[in-house]
């Protein structure tokens, strides 16, 4: 098992920036994905990014793209998700998810992480 910690929400006013970190462990994640989702009240939960391993492919939900950027943290088995621009409508608790890209992009992968919650306000 694959344990997932967040880390780095908060509350943030529109325009600001906001940076989010997700840290694995528990075994190697060289044939992994790590991504990150989010849900907001009374929503259902969305993709929001994703990013192969070992290829270093990312993709973005259409809502985050030239805001959002996930990388590679300094740490081993690590991703970091740079916010910018945030909107009110970003407000969600976000989740980190490993496991691979295929499983990461249809919301069903092997790992998640419990949640840091992410408030933009007006």
């Known amino acids: 098992q694959v344990q997932l910690v967040e880390s780095g929400g908060g509350l943030v006013q529109a325009g600001g920036s906001l940076t989010l970190s997700c840290a694995a462990s528990?075994?190697?994640?060289?044939?992994?994905?790590m991504g990150w989702f989010r849900q907001a009240p009374g929503k259902e939960r969305e993709f929001v990014a994703t990013?192969?391993?070992?290829?270093?492919?990312?993709y973005y939900a259409d809502s985050v793209k030239g805001r959002f950027t996930i990388s590679r943290a300094n740490a081993k088995n690590a991703v970091s998700l740079q916010m910018n621009s945030l909107k009110p409508e970003d407000t969600a608790v976000y989740y980190c998810?490993?496991?691979?890209?295929?499983?990461?992009?249809?919301?069903?992968?092997?790992?998640w992480g419990q949640g840091t919650q992410v408030t933009v306000s007006s």
């Open positions: 990013l192969r391993w070992s290829g270093g492919t990312t």
């Open positions: 998810a490993a496991d691979t890209l295929s499983r990461v992009v249809a919301g069903n992968p092997g790992s």
């Open positions: 528990g075994r190697t994640f060289s044939n992994y994905a």
